[in-house]
């Protein structure tokens, strides 16, 4: 959810460094969601809540007059163990230079190379190694919060982990931690999560793709095989329709 996803952040970076203000997260994030009438949104609401108030907690409690004093005391609770819980693993690096997918030009993202690269090089701190875009001035942290929340070649898988979107069926049935919230398919055995079964079999359910193709985990187009393949899919307008993070 966004909410855990939010709480990864405040927990990883802190409230200035994630790019989030105490003010945002509780008026925009947090409020609202205390309000909702799912217990889980609430439960979320105050762990990201107590991930702030774990590093800022006089001015997460300058909102306490406007909450019930159990969840006062919820939060209160939340942020002691918040405070001794270590931050959860960085996205998944990958581990050689993988060859740049082809993009439109003047997109602001890098061009296709013709050579791949024989042997891994030094990854330039201000260049996604997913998408390739350059953030002049950008850090290892400040990189860390575009895969978190805008690179459009990653995703958030319903654990909260961010993984690439190519490899986010295998990364479902592998390495999940909620694989038991997942299904496999018996027509095109596919993972789908539980709650979007039966979504998945009115609207996009298919035969598995044939040889040379494969299948995006999101909008469910057949893609040609090759990173150059999924870059186009992803980066090039419109881009994929079904991407949660497409503009």
């Known amino acids: 959810?966004?909410?855990g996803f939010t709480a990864q952040l405040i927990r990883r970076h802190g409230i200035p460094r994630s790019q989030l203000t105490v003010a945002g997260v509780m008026t925009r994030k947090v409020m609202p969601a205390?309000?909702?009438?799912s217990n889980d949104v609430r439960q979320a609401a105050i762990q990201v809540a107590a991930e702030a108030h774990a590093r800022q907690?006089?001015?997460i409690e300058d909102y306490f007059p406007s909450l019930k004093p159990a969840i006062q005391q919820g939060i209160k609770e939340a942020s002691a163990t918040a405070a001794t819980t270590p931050a959860p693993p960085r996205p998944r690096q990958v581990e050689s230079t993988p060859k740049r997918p082809a993009v439109a030009s003047g997109s602001g993202v890098g061009h296709a190379e013709t050579d791949q690269l024989d042997e891994p090089t030094q990854m330039n701190p201000?260049?996604?190694?997913?998408?390739?875009?350059?953030?002049?001035?950008?850090?290892?942290?400040?990189?860390?919060v575009h895969w978190a929340t805008d690179c459009l070649l990653l995703v958030e898988c319903i654990c909260n982990q961010v993984v690439e979107i190519a490899q986010l069926h295998e990364h479902m049935l592998e390495d999940c931690d909620d694989r038991d919230?997942?299904?496999?398919?018996?027509?095109?055995?596919f993972p789908v999560p539980?709650?979007?079964?039966?979504?998945?079999?009115?609207?996009?359910?298919?035969?598995?793709?044939v040889a040379g193709q494969q299948r995006c985990p999101l909008c469910h187009k057949n893609v040609p095989e090759g990173d150059e393949a999924w870059g186009e899919h992803f980066l090039q307008p419109p881009g994929c329709v079904r991407n949660p993070r497409r503009q």
């Open 34 to 37: 205390l309000e909702h009438p």
């Open 1 to 3: 959810s966004k909410l």
């Open 181 to 189: 919230k997942i299904r496999t398919c018996e027509h095109c055995a």
């Open 126 to 144: 201000e260049e996604c190694q997913f998408c390739f875009r350059t953030f002049p001035g950008y850090d290892e942290e400040q990189m860390e």
């Open 194 to 209: 539980e709650a979007q079964y039966t979504q998945h079999l009115q609207d996009s359910c298919a035969p598995p793709p």
């Open 57 to 59: 907690p006089t001015a």
